[in-house]
């Protein structure tokens, strides 16, 4: 059965970094795009970034374009995201997700299918 946990939030202050974990199991996460999504209260769920298959294929809003950095490697079934220069509106719950193989990229990207329970990011002095 494919799961997926994430890990690696916390509280940090603005400036700060943290780096978030998604481990895959129950299937070969290298054969999937893995998406991150997050959730700030009050807010509807957004894409943050996306990950393909293959090299080239990455994608990140706009709002964090320069300070977040997503990355894999398939040998460890795991997907990260380094988030660096932190601010108070990065704050939020962040998922990590994917779809049934064989589902594209973009469709992983937009509206993923399956989803990780989530790790709380706290951004605040």
């Known amino acids: 059965q494919l799961q997926l946990v994430e890990s690696g939030g916390g509280l940090v202050q603005p400036g700060g970094s943290l780096r978030l974990s998604c481990a895959g199991s129950?299937?070969?996460?290298?054969?999937?795009?893995i998406a991150w999504f997050r959730q700030a209260p009050g807010k509807e769920r957004e894409g943050v970034s996306c990950i393909g298959r293959y090299k080239g294929f990455i994608n990140y809003v706009d709002s964090v374009k320069g300070r977040f950095t997503i990355s894999r490697d398939n040998t460890k079934n795991m997907v990260w995201l380094q988030m660096n220069n932190l601010k108070p509106e990065d704050t939020g719950v962040y998922y990590c997700a994917t779809s049934p193989q064989g589902s594209t990229w973009s469709s992983v990207c937009t509206q993923p299918r399956y989803w990780g329970p989530g790790t709380q990011v706290t951004v605040s002095s």
């Open positions: 129950g299937f070969v996460m290298g054969d999937y795009p």
